[in-house]
């Protein structure tokens, strides 16, 4: 199953989908300790919920701490998107694309489950390591251990959230 997303702006991104089996709820990544500064992160829908082609997806994400996110995506073909990139979040909810990012998350063919991670520091983040690319999911784990290793451990999280794009 296979899944891309269009980012409308004024220039077009893409967030492409992974075939990879997860369980039920949020899977979360493992390079930070669970829950210690994210609360939450879902498809405006909800984890696992379905969106139609055209459709657009927004993603809630909460911390406890105020600091800095970014959005990554990985497609079937492991080709990586940086998505939003080192945003400052208060502690709280924010919902992503915001309104003065003035973009939409417009989902487009192909058909499947998408997969998208939040990496959040508590510092702004300034590492060198390439997000975007190619990867396979145990590529794209380790540079994300890779991306957050200059971060105390309790200055980071990660989680990932998915959909369906039918």
Do not use: H
Request: some cysteine.
């Amino acid at each position: 199953m296979n899944a891309k997303l269009l980012l409308l702006a004024a220039t077009s991104l893409l967030l492409g989908a992974c075939s990879v089996t997860v369980s039920p709820g949020t899977t979360r990544a493992t390079v930070a300790p669970a829950g210690v500064l994210i609360s939450s992160f879902t498809p405006d829908r909800g984890t696992g919920s379905t969106y139609y082609v055209g459709e657009n997806v927004s993603f809630r994400f909460s911390a406890n701490r105020p600091g800095y996110l970014t959005l990554v995506s990985l497609d079937p073909d492991g080709f990586s998107n940086v998505l939003v990139s080192n945003a400052y979040v208060s502690a709280g909810t924010t919902v992503f694309p915001t309104r003065a990012q003035g973009v939409n998350f417009t989902v487009q063919p192909p058909r499947g489950m998408q997969r998208v991670r939040a990496i959040f520091t508590t510092t702004q983040q300034s590492s060198n390591v390439v997000l975007s690319g190619r990867y396979d999911s145990r590529g794209w784990e380790n540079v994300t251990t890779v991306y957050v290793n200059p971060y105390p451990v309790n200055a980071r999280d990660v989680r990932e959230t998915y959909f369906y794009i039918r």
